[in-house]
Antibody
Framework: EVQLVESGGALVQPGGSLRLSCAAS????????MAWVRQTPGTGLEWVANIKQDGSETYYVDSVKGRFTISRDNAKTSVYLQMNSLRAEDTAMYFC???????????????WGQGALVTVSS | DIQMTQSPSSLSASVGDTVTITCRAS??????LNWYQQKPGKAPKILIY???NLQSGVPSRFSGSGSGTDFTLTISSLQPEDYATYYCQQSYLSPRTFGRGTEVDIK
């Protein structure tokens, strides 16, 4: 059974940093791209970042470029999201998700974790 | 960014009803459209990918259609466990954007 378990969510002050972790199990981790997706009541679901199987390619939504870094440790079957210079608008539930490709262009998130809540507030 | 517009934003339906949710993209996205279901307090779950392909394990009462800019999710014979929020997501261009969701509740 595929399992994705996030940790690291917390209350943090504006301008602060936080690192989310996602421990994966139940599948061959090195075969998959991984992603972070966030959700807020106000803006809904928003894709945040993707990382390739070997970590050689990463992609980000414009609103987090230069502030967030996605990484992975294939030996530990884990993916991470380092979040710096946090803003109030980064407050959200952050989900780790496995990326499944249908073809070279279309992909979808076929397994999700339970989420980690990040609150940015003074 | 490609904007995804879902309608309606909410609907009420009875068990056994057929429910139709639409999703419109701000530009053509071919068939690069996915549908997710989310229940309160849970993560989204993939239902349909590439507009009409049913994810393994998803009941056949769920179906998707469309191409270009207009897409439809249909739930035939609504079941109690189908009360949830449904989201479309385009996978044509980055950033892969989602619709704002359609909440299906009990009539």
């Amino acid at each position: 059974e595929v399992q994705l378990v996030e940790s690291g969510g917390a209350l943090v002050q504006p301008g602060g940093s936080l690192r989310l972790s996602c421990a994966a199990s139940g599948f061959t981790f090195i075969n998959y791209w991984m992603a972070w997706v966030r959700q807020t009541p106000g803006t809904g679901l928003e894709w945040v970042a993707n990382i390739k199987q070997d970590g050689s390619e990463t992609y980000y939504v414009d609103s987090v470029k230069g502030r967030f870094t996605i990484s992975r440790d294939n030996a530990k079957t884990s993916v991470y999201l380092q979040m710096n210079s946090l803003r109030a608008e980064d407050t959200a539930m952050y989900f780790c998700a496995r990326v499944k490709y249908y073809d070279s262009r279309l992909y979808y998130f076929d397994n999700w974790g339970q989420g980690a809540l990040v609150t940015v507030s003074s | 960014d490609i904007q995804m517009t879902q309608s309606p934003s909410s609907l009420s339906a009875s068990v056994g009803d057929t429910v139709t949710i639409t999703c419109r993209a701000s530009q053509s996205i071919n068939i690069y459209l996915n549908w997710y279901q989310q229940k309160p307090g849970k993560a989204p779950k993939i239902l349909i990918y590439a507009a009409s392909n049913l994810q393994s394990g998803v009941p056949s009462r769920f179906s998707g259609s469309g191409s270009g800019t207009d897409f439809t999710l249909t739930i035939s014979s609504l079941q109690p466990e189908d009360y949830a929020t449904y989201y479309c997501q385009q996978s044509y261009l980055s950033p892969r954007t989602f619709g704002r969701g359609t909440e299906v509740d009990i009539k």
